[in-house]
């Protein structure tokens, strides 16, 4: 029921945040000098409980801050959001599905690969799937922390992964500022469909990269 609703959820409210776009905009530049802070707590709670895409909020806060700044608030805010996200779906899901992996004996190979290697692989492997400009954030922190990956991995790899494609969403936003779209939904109309077809690709090669390391996991195992 979890995984479904943050499958759903974000593009939802995407649409209403695009849809009051000046309201939500005012509102930011109403609170002066602490704009930013609330911007980033904002943005860490709805991206946390799953409520709004983490993409459309980074443009969002470059509309507003411009690029530099509203980097800045979109990295808190995301980090915020990982935390939030993660420690709620370790609450939520235990170790059930943890064990029901590791039940089986394949499966457990595999996620032990994945999951618990080294600290530096295991970021590495979590920058992958945070990459993708279409990566679902809050669906990602729910199968990260289901599957056992540890805090400070899931941290540092969100960072790596998920900065690249945050600075350019800002980007975009403070330029479509500039340019005068009337709202955020016709500043993504303007992207045209390059942004989804590299996150598809992205996607694609992080998840053949970890198929190759299950795949070797699993032949030192002697189970294939």
């Not at 939802?12 to 905009?25: Q, R």
């Not at 690969?113 to 945070?130: E, I, N, W």
């Amino acid at each position: 029921m979890l995984a479904a609703a943050w499958f759903t959820l974000p593009l939802g409210f995407s649409i209403l945040l695009f849809a009051y776009l000046g309201e939500v905009s005012d509102w930011l530049r109403s609170h002066g000098t602490s704009g930013a802070a609330v911007g980033a707590l904002a943005f860490a709670v709805a991206a946390g409980v799953g409520l709004l895409p983490t993409y459309a909020q980074a443009v969002l806060m470059g509309w507003v801050f411009g690029t530099a700044l509203g980097s800045g608030v979109s990295v808190a805010g995301y980090v915020g959001g990982a935390v939030i996200g993660w420690t709620f779906s370790r609450l939520v899901a235990g170790d059930a599905v943890r064990r029901a992996i590791d039940g089986h004996p394949k499966w457990g190979v595999v996620r032990a690969a994945l999951v618990d290697a080294k600290p530096l692989r295991t970021g590495f492997l979590v920058a992958l799937l945070r990459f993708p400009p279409n990566s679902p954030f809050a669906f990602t922190n729910l199968v990260l922390a289901a599957t056992g990956v540890r805090f400070v991995p899931m941290i540092a790899g969100s960072i790596a992964g998920m900065l690249p494609r945050t600075v350019f969403a800002c980007w975009i936003g403070a330029q479509g500022a500039a340019t005068g779209a009337k709202d955020l939904a016709d500043l993504m109309k303007k992207q045209g469909p390059t942004a989804v077809v590299v996150g598809i690709v992205l996607l694609v090669v992080a998840l053949a990269v970890m198929q190759r390391i299950g795949t070797r996991a699993l032949r030192a195992a002697g189970l294939q």
